[in-house]
């Protein structure tokens, strides 16, 4: 119970916590910046906007929308693949480039902060195995039939 607790504590103050402080620095909410992070370590800074939402952890709706509005931005262009008529891609443009460059500083800061700052190694290491094997549960569950 202790440990669920305590994730549970994680998951609903971190969230908010990193959004209040992109928010501040930058002018966008955290979910802004994955979407400009993911873009920013893709080849020619693009990706199709399926593997984008993969990415982000996000449907294909909620990643349109957000998409939407930082096109309007100019922080990034969207467009037909040229070798699929049936896949959209995202690129990130220089513009939102350099939104981003201006906003990691403040961003690693933060994470380091509320992350990572008096955990050992060895717990970081801890974290990475538990966080994975746990986002592997979460892939592969269908969380619409999970047993009640």
């Known amino acids: 119970m202790a440990a669920w607790l305590a994730l549970v504590g994680v998951v609903v103050r971190l969230g908010p916590a990193l ?3 992109v928010q501040r620095d930058a002018g966008m909410t955290h979910f802004d910046y994955q979407v400009l992070a993911m873009l920013s370590e893709a ?4 990706l199709a906007m399926s593997e ?3 990415k982000v952890n996000a449907s294909l709706s909620r990643l349109s929308h957000v998409v939407k ?5 100019g922080w990034i262009h969207r467009r037909p693949s040229p070798t699929s008529r049936r896949v959209t891609e995202c690129t990130l443009m220089p513009a939102g480039h350099d939104v981003l460059v201006e906003a990691a500083p403040g961003h690693v800061r933060a ?4 992350v990572f700052d008096g955990l050992t190694r060895e717990q970081v290491q801890q974290l990475t195995a538990i966080a994975s094997t746990m986002r592997a549960n979460l ?6 039939t999970l047993d009640g």
Do not use: F, G, I, N
């Not at 080849?43 to 693009?46: A, G, I, L, V, Y």
């Not at 509005?69 to 931005?73: A, D, N, S």
């Not at 994470?111 to 509320?114: A, D, H, I």
């Open 111 to 114: 994470v380091r902060q509320l």
């Open 69 to 73: 509005k930082l096109e309007l931005r």
């Open 19 to 21: 959004d209040s402080q």
């Open 52 to 54: 984008l939402a993969s």
């Open 139 to 144: 892939d592969d569950s269908d969380l619409r």
């Open 43 to 46: 080849p020619e800074r693009t």
